[in-house]
């Protein structure tokens, strides 16, 4: 009877340690998860790209001269022939468009459109008073002394301490983005290089479209060296 006793006995201790085992057999208890905590970890790395941003994205010429008679200009109206007009003004060293440019190291280059009359008809060609039509070249003012002709036009850019320049419908070097010469861009490590820029139109000597509304676009580009 004694001998039963203890085989129950040892039947009923291998029981319960066989129930508190662990599901992989591991004699020990799983252990208790607590709380966590984390850090997150920033990262910066060089810029590989090159962009430019202009502002504002619309501007609106005036300060305009020249013309003649019934035609002269206005304050705020080209006449002609050869009348001019202003984004800003080189006098009283006003420079409204502000260029910013921004990534690895480059150029920015620069470029204008014909200018659109309102109603779609004929447009003014950009021209410019140096070069020659040859080729991809410059499209050559027509008019006398070197002045667009007709249904022509020429468009400058200029900023201060740095000379006036005439845009074409290439891109080139923008000369007025960098003061010291030229149009490299080279800003500090993660910064930007910021140029202020006018605009100086000079209008055809006659027109065929009679529109009293037109519009052209300056285009900035980002360039690699």
């Given at each position: 009877?004694?001998?039963?006793?203890?085989?129950?006995?040892?039947?009923?201790?291998?029981?319960?340690?066989?129930a508190?085992?662990?599901?992989?057999?591991?004699?020990?208890?799983?252990?208790?998860?607590?709380?966590?905590?984390?850090?997150?970890?920033?990262?910066?790395v060089?810029?590989?790209?090159?962009?430019?941003?202009?502002?504002?994205?619309?501007?609106?010429?005036?300060?305009?001269?020249?013309?003649?008679?019934?035609?002269?200009?206005?304050?705020?109206?080209?006449?002609?022939?050869?009348?001019?007009?202003?984004?800003?003004?080189?006098?009283?060293?006003?420079?409204?468009?502000?260029?910013?440019?921004?990534g690895?190291?480059?150029?920015?280059y620069?470029?204008?459109?014909?200018?659109?009359?309102?109603?779609?008809?004929?447009?003014?060609?950009?021209?410019?008073?140096?070069?020659?039509?040859?080729?991809?070249?410059?499209?050559?003012?027509?008019?006398?002394?070197g002045?667009?002709?007709?249904?022509?036009?020429?468009?400058?850019?200029?900023?201060?301490?740095?000379?006036?320049?005439?845009?074409?419908?290439?891109?080139?070097?923008?000369?007025?983005?960098?003061t010291?010469g030229?149009?490299?861009?080279s800003?500090a490590?993660?910064?930007?290089?910021?140029?202020?820029?006018?605009?100086?139109?000079?209008?055809?000597?006659?027109?065929?479209?009679?529109?009293?509304?037109?519009?052209?676009t300056?285009t900035?580009?980002?360039i690699?060296?």
């Amino acid at each position: 009877m004694r001998n039963a006793v203890i085989v129950v006995v040892a039947i009923l201790i291998v029981l319960f340690l066989f129930a508190r085992a662990p599901a992989d057999g591991s004699p020990h208890d799983t252990p208790q998860t607590g709380p966590s905590s984390s850090t997150t970890g920033h990262l910066s790395v060089v810029p590989t790209i090159r962009s430019i941003t202009v502002s504002p994205g619309s501007v609106q010429f005036g300060g305009c001269t020249g013309g003649s008679g019934a035609t002269d200009s206005t304050q705020r109206a080209m006449g002609y022939p050869n009348g001019s007009c202003y984004v800003g003004s080189i006098t009283h060293q006003s420079y409204p468009i502000t260029v910013t440019y921004s990534g690895l190291p480059g150029e920015v280059y620069v470029t204008g459109t014909n200018a659109v009359p309102a109603d779609g008809g004929k447009q003014w060609a950009l021209c410019s008073p140096q070069g020659t039509s040859q080729g991809n070249g410059p499209t050559l003012c027509s008019g006398g002394e070197g002045l667009p002709g007709q249904d022509q036009y020429w468009v400058e850019n200029f900023a201060q301490g740095a000379n006036s320049a005439v845009l074409t419908t290439t891109a080139a070097c923008d000369q007025e983005f960098d003061t010291g010469g030229g149009c490299t861009a080279s800003p500090a490590e993660f910064s930007k290089q910021t140029q202020h820029e006018g605009l100086l139109l000079t209008g055809p000597k006659t027109w065929d479209d009679h529109s009293t509304s037109w519009t052209m676009t300056v285009t900035w580009t980002a360039i690699g060296p």
